[in-house]
């Protein structure tokens, strides 16, 4: 293990050196001096304490900790792109040069090159530079002409409508738990359609659920199981937020009764909620199922139960993942649409509405309004 007190501290992302705490510990010794004290005194070079040590350390995990999983992962991907097209030709990819940049992004939109991308990716890619770059000391200048006219274009030229994942019904969960295997798996898997549908949650929300609070340093949130339902504390992307769930009026359709089965038959009562399940020996095991792995239940079971079968096989494969519970059950709760936004988390009352989906559609007829 290399000698922390050598080493040069790296950014997270970028790979690069951060300020060393021998140096922030000298220029606070130097600023305690007066003025004119620092200009006749020498500052000694004094060796970081170790309280300082810690503190950057503490420092270095709250800057790791800024985004989620997903999005750190999204942007070293992103980064190390860039650093292999620099590489091809001939720049430096650790100067925030917008030139070069801007070079970069029309490269990705034509695929000159390098692989063809959408706008949205290449929005990505821009929001990983730009951290990336400002983690590193070395702001990208977003508003340069050669990145914003270059950005411009390719959203004009190729921008598209986000495609949108379809809805589910609570009539497609039935016929999706339906086709569920009658062991440990299939009762696993019955709580995870239920209760992200009814609580609409986000996948990676249904797998960060532990059995309560401060049990697992990679939870994303915990259960409690009450009388009336279950309350969900999730840590969402705006914080965190209250989930009510209720009881279902049949057992055979409760999220909540779901979820107590799938506890007791797998005799979990601390740390992750749904967990891998060894198909061999029917034995839950500790690791905690990874968010992919909700987006592939969710379509497997979608195309098993025959949703959407007037369309084509690949066509149906590509509607269904994760956010489909969550925009079916924004669809289809007939209620205030303040009770859906709390219970989806969103900031704003707009966002709740692009949710309802197909079931909004010509509910009110405009041009008979108009007296056509």
Request: aromatic content about 6%.
């Amino acid at each position: 293990m290399p000698d922390s007190t050598s080493a040069p501290l790296l950014n997270p992302l970028s790979g690069r050196p951060e300020p060393d705490p021998a140096s922030l510990a000298e220029r606070s010794a130097a600023s305690q001096l007066s003025g004119s004290d620092r200009s006749t005194l020498p500052v000694p070079a004094a060796p970081p304490t170790p309280d300082l040590k810690r503190l950057a350390e503490t420092a270095r995990d709250y800057a790791a900790a800024r985004s989620s999983a997903n999005t750190a992962r999204a942007y070293a991907s992103d980064w190390k792109l860039f650093e292999r097209w620099c590489r091809r030709q001939g720049f430096d990819s650790r100067e925030p040069d917008p030139q070069v940049v801007g070079l970069y992004l029309a490269a990705s939109a034509s695929g000159d090159g390098m692989p063809k991308a959408a706008a949205s990716s290449i929005e990505r890619r821009l929001a990983a530079l730009t951290t990336t770059f400002r983690s590193a000391g070395t702001p990208l200048p977003r508003q340069d002409r050669h990145i914003s006219d270059v950005m411009a274009g390719i959203r004009r030229l190729h921008g598209r409508l986000p495609a949108k994942k379809a809805a589910l019904y609570a009539e497609d969960i039935f016929a999706m738990i339906a086709t569920l295997p009658q062991n440990l798996r299939g009762c696993r898997d019955r709580a995870i359609l239920l209760i992200g549908f009814a609580g609409a949650l986000r996948r990676s929300e249904v797998t960060g659920l532990d059995c309560g609070p401060s049990q697992t340093e990679d939870g994303g949130g915990w259960i409690e199981i009450l009388e009336a339902g279950a309350l969900l504390t999730i840590r969402g992307k705006t914080g965190w937020r209250l989930v009510e769930i209720g009881r279902g009026s049949s057992d055979a359709t409760c999220p909540v009764a779901a979820l107590e089965t799938w506890l007791r038959l797998a005799r979990i009562a601390r740390g992750p909620v749904f967990r891998r399940v060894r198909q061999a020996n029917s034995d839950v095991g500790p690791d905690r199922l990874v968010d992919a792995q909700v987006a592939r239940l969710v379509k497997t079971s979608a195309m098993k139960a025959g949703v959407r079968s007037d369309l084509p096989e690949a066509q149906r494969k590509a509607l269904f993942a994760g956010h489909s519970l969550r925009s079916g059950f924004a669809s289809s709760a007939a209620i205030d649409e303040a009770h859906i936004q709390k219970q989806l988390g969103h900031a704003s009352a707009e966002m709740t509405r692009s949710y309802r989906q197909t079931r909004e559609r010509f509910k009110v007829n405009l041009t008979k309004a108009a007296g056509l």
